[in-house]
């Protein structure tokens, strides 16, 4: 229970926070799909980072680099090339040469490929060439991260031996709170003959808001097995204008209007393939989203549409905070505690990582091994339980009306978050000292519904003055499944 001078305190850390790190994208992320005719070329905009997928076809420099300069962007940290084929890579050399700098790094699948558009890819980004491998990690801060689930075809489900070039495109799963983002480039999914990828990598893509289809909507991808598993609500095609591939088909088209829960397929263009009722054409649409909420513009038409996240992580994070006794407990408003829950079925070390309380007024360093599908338990006092602690804090100091607390991992990544607006607690009483638990691992910590009292029934432990907890530290919440 936080005093009302340290409250004040925190209001105006938080006020002085907000008025330097405020930015035109501070804490949002942006995801504009260039309308770059029959390619891809996908800009993404991190609350620090900026990542550019894909460059579209030869002669398309000029729309990205519009884009760019609309945004007052003069460079790019990363860039990931999907693939080799022209389609994807044909005007990266046009960006570059054309004044916009490559900071940090150029990832690819490695390896070489025969075509002029590869020789001019590989001479303009010189020594960032970089190889990208599976599972690696491309953080654009703030808590949004790419990991790679695939690339020339190996996968964490199996390799696949890669027909074709498409087969050898990296796959990218975007994380940011519970906005999931796929993007695939040209990855195959076994229709025509093509080798299956995207079935391998649908486990890890997870729950996801947004599909970003391989291969502008033709029938070798987005398969029924990829759209049933990710369970999308929107759906991105770049095609071109009287294309001769028959880009989107039919085929694609009626999969992704057919998914539950499908609301809308944006295309950049209407492409010269299928038709449905669900297809928005759109030029460049924009993803704006601060995790939570987020939405759709098209700058054909300049109309905006709202949406709200699904709630869900695509996948649940390896850790969670998990139960908070924030107003402490009957015998005393210092037995605060904070329990953590590990989703994985490995032993995980925390040594490194921390709680973030109130936009940093206060850091709670841990340590220590959290075991297998177990919980940690962090505690005020060493008495605030009668139930073994892994580690105490005496600067725990939760205020009763409502804190921000992060989970970071070692690296400063974000892993989770509950309460993101600092304002009252989604649940727990000051009478009767009910904690917080958190129903659902797999649902966002920032729903005020994955929340709720402790049901006073199952309870474990006792407090600091021999009374019970209404809660139960290092152990099953009374409200969860």
Request: hydrophobic share 35%; charged share 15%; proline share 2%.
């Amino acid at each position: 229970m936080r005093t009302l001078r340290t409250s004040i305190l925190a209001c105006l850390f938080t006020l002085l926070f907000i008025a330097v790190a405020g930015g035109a994208f501070a804490q949002q992320v942006r995801i504009v799909h260039i309308d770059v005719g029959q390619g891809d070329a996908t800009l993404i905009i991190g609350p620090s980072k900026t990542l550019l997928f894909d460059a579209g076809v030869t002669g398309s420099g000029t729309q990205i680099r519009n884009v760019l300069n609309s945004l007052s962007l003069t460079s790019i940290d990363y860039f990931v090339a999907g693939h080799y084929h022209a389609d994807h890579i044909g005007a990266i050399d046009e960006v570059i040469n054309g004044g916009i700098t490559l900071n940090i790094a150029s990832y690819d699948r490695g390896g070489s490929y025969s075509s002029q558009t590869y020789t001019d890819y590989v001479t303009a980004v010189g020594a960032k060439r970089t190889t990208i491998t599976l599972n690696q990690q491309i953080d654009l801060g703030g808590g949004c991260v790419l990991t790679c689930i695939a690339v020339n075809g190996t996968t964490n489900h199996g390799n696949v031996t890669p027909s074709d070039e498409n087969a050898r495109s990296i796959a990218l799963v975007l994380r940011y709170g519970t906005f999931d983002y796929l993007i695939t480039s040209d990855l195959s999914g076994g229709g025509s003959s093509t080798s299956d990828v995207e079935s391998k990598i649908a486990v890890d893509a997870g729950d996801v808001d947004v599909l970003h289809c391989g291969h502008h909507g033709s029938s070798t991808a987005t398969n029924q097995t990829l759209v049933d598993t990710i369970k999308p609500e929107q759906a991105v095609i770049s095609c071109g204008d009287g294309n001769s591939y028959g880009h989107p088909t039919q085929t694609v088209l009626n999969r992704l209007g057919a998914a539950a829960g499908m609301d809308t397929i944006w295309q950049t263009e209407l492409g010269n393939g299928g038709t449905h009722s669900k297809v928005k054409v759109g030029g460049n649409i924009t993803f704006l989203t601060d995790g939570s909420t987020y939405s759709v513009t098209m700058s054909s038409t300049g109309q905006t549409f709202n949406y709200s996240t699904d709630g869900n992580y695509g996948v649940a994070p390896q850790v969670v905070i998990n139960e908070v006794a924030w107003a402490g407990s009957s015998a005393s408003p210092y037995d605060e505690w904070i329990e953590l829950y590990n989703t994985t079925g490995s032993a995980i070390n925390l040594t490194g990582w921390k709680i973030v309380d109130d936009n940093g007024a206060q850091t709670y360093n841990l340590s220590g091994t959290i075991p297998a599908n177990g919980y940690y338990l962090i505690e005020r006092s060493a008495n605030a339980t009668s139930v073994t602690g892994d580690i105490t804090i005496s600067g725990v100091n939760l205020a009763n009306t409502g804190d921000t607390l992060e989970l970071q991992n070692a690296s400063g990544t974000r892993v989770d978050i509950v309460n993101t607006s600092g304002g009252a607690w989604a649940a727990g009483t000051t009478t009767g000292y009910y904690t917080m638990e958190r129903i659902s691992a797999g649902a966002s910590g920032d729903l005020s519904s994955n929340w709720a009292n402790n049901n006073g029934v199952t309870r474990n432990g006792t407090n600091s003055g021999g009374g019970a907890i209404n809660g139960t530290p290092r152990a099953k919440n009374s409200v969860t499944p």
